[in-house]
């Protein structure tokens, strides 16, 4: 059987078309409304409401001293949540890009990933770091980076990535009632490209597991972020040749579901990894590990990865080069079932 994706729900009898940047508006406002402990931090987050306007409407509910603007520096932002976090608040803090979170990672990984550890639980980091990452909409340099591996390798931090407004929210409030730090990665690509029934009420989508968005059974597809609609565009392309693809969306990077993926490529016997990140040290590495752990003996033909190249994310129309695209995951799709 294949995992079971545990989602709790409060009961609502009402639903919003919502995009997933108003999904992630929605679920901030609603912790907001909950618990008197959460604080927003982030550049140009009060006023402008964010540069994605992922926080509008905010400040002016509920006040400065909730949703504040901080000063143009991403160790301070994370530093000062550190120590909200350890002191009872439950800080969420926005990176406005995830390119610019480098200054930021000496917080992340020696401070954010270990109290817990280094204090033998007595202190936790009850806190969440939003970062719109990715290419797709041609933004300058540094704006588009897809860097996930580099936080997938920290014990002590967990990183989620929705691809849809109904994760989107779902995730964001499930890590904001973690006890422990989580980094939410927000594809900057799907922000506003499509809308889908939320609940209005409070629900979360469970940290850890993946979803299966599709059923086959010729090869999966493994995505997560931005990526999971290029393999839904490419499985509709094969599916007019006869091939069957059922895809798998990750949702969280950090604890991988390693269940769903085993699960399917035992089912299938094929998979292709589709992820914009970087070829080289990409989180692919670890998807084809962790089959080769647990499905090596089923598998008819080597893993494929279809990503990004081993460049700087070039700029503006550039972008279309470097991203996958479906008709190179058809080409994957293809080599590892005519292998």
Request: hydrophobic share 40%; with cysteine; proline share 6%.
């Amino acid at each position: 059987m294949m995992t079971q994706v545990k989602e709790t729900h409060q009961k609502s009898e009402t639903a919003k078309q919502m995009t997933l940047i108003q999904a992630i508006n929605d679920a901030m406002r609603l912790m907001l409304e909950e618990d008197d402990r959460t604080v927003i931090l982030g550049e140009d987050i009060g006023k402008n409401g964010g540069v994605f306007r992922a926080t509008e409407g905010l400040q002016e509910a509920f006040g400065e001293d909730r949703v504040i603007d901080t000063p143009l520096s991403e160790a301070g932002i994370i530093g000062t949540s550190i120590g909200l976090a350890v002191n009872g608040f439950r800080p969420v803090a926005e990176i406005q890009f995830l390119g610019f979170i480098y200054p930021a990672y000496e917080q992340i990984m020696t401070h954010v990933s270990r109290i817990r550890m280094r204090s033998m639980s007595r202190f936790t980091v009850p806190m969440v770091i939003r970062a719109p990452y990715g290419a797709g909409i041609r933004a300058p340099e540094i704006h588009s980076d897809s860097t996930e591996s580099l936080f997938t390798h920290m014990p002590g931090l967990k990183v989620v990535c929705p691809s849809s407004p109904y994760d989107a929210k779902g995730l964001l409030i499930a890590a904001m009632e973690d006890p422990d730090p989580v980094l939410v990665l927000e594809p900057m690509k799907n922000y506003r490209s499509k809308r889908e029934e939320v609940p209005v009420g409070k629900y979360t989508v469970e940290i850890g597991k993946g979803k299966l968005v599709r059923e086959g059974t010729d090869v999966t597809l493994i995505a997560w972020g931005a990526m999971v609609s290029i393999a839904e565009k490419a499985a509709e392309q094969a599916e007019k040749k006869g091939i069957s693809c059922e895809i798998i969306d990750l949702r969280t990077l950090y604890p991988i579901d390693s269940e769903i993926i085993a699960e399917s490529v035992k089912k299938t016997t094929r998979a292709v990894i589709i992820h914009e990140a970087h070829h080289t040290g990409g989180l692919g590495n670890d998807i084809i590990s962790i089959i080769n752990d647990t499905a090596f003996l089923y598998l008819r033909a080597p893993i494929e990865r279809i990503t990004g190249f081993d460049v700087p994310v070039p700029f503006f129309s550039l972008e279309e080069h470097y991203l996958p695209t479906p008709a190179r995951v058809v080409e994957g799709i293809e080599k590892v079932l005519h292998f």
